[in-house]
């Protein structure tokens, strides 16, 4: 996913992992809840808590089928 509208934004592709998403959000699509950490990825640098606290932000990003394996726990994420 990557931000590019607003100013804090570096406009860097970044891969993050989506464990859950809020149907109808705002305007009645996908709303992602970002962690602190991803939203720090997608700032320039040095802007991460001003994009924090930047509230919704309009994102471009591309849904793929993955599989990840944290210990004995496996997430296998659908598009």
């Known amino acids: 996913m990557k931000?590019?509208?607003h100013k804090d934004?570096?406009?860097k592709?970044?891969?993050v992992m989506v464990t859950d998403l809020c149907p109808?959000?705002?305007a009645g699509g996908i709303h992602?809840?970002?962690s602190g950490t991803a939203f720090g990825a997608?700032?320039?640098?040095g802007k991460a808590q001003q994009l924090r606290n930047a509230g919704e932000l309009k994102?471009?990003?591309k849904r793929c089928n993955s599989f990840y394996t944290?210990?004995?726990i496996i997430y296998k994420l659908n598009s």
Do not use: M, R, T, W
């Open 3 to 5: 931000c590019s509208e």
């Open 9 to 11: 934004c570096s406009g």
């Open 13 to 15: 592709v970044v891969k």
């Open 24 to 26: 109808g959000g705002f």
């Open 32 to 34: 992602l809840d970002l």
């Open 42 to 45: 997608l700032a320039k640098p």
């Open 59 to 61: 994102i471009l990003y």
């Open 70 to 72: 944290f210990g004995s």
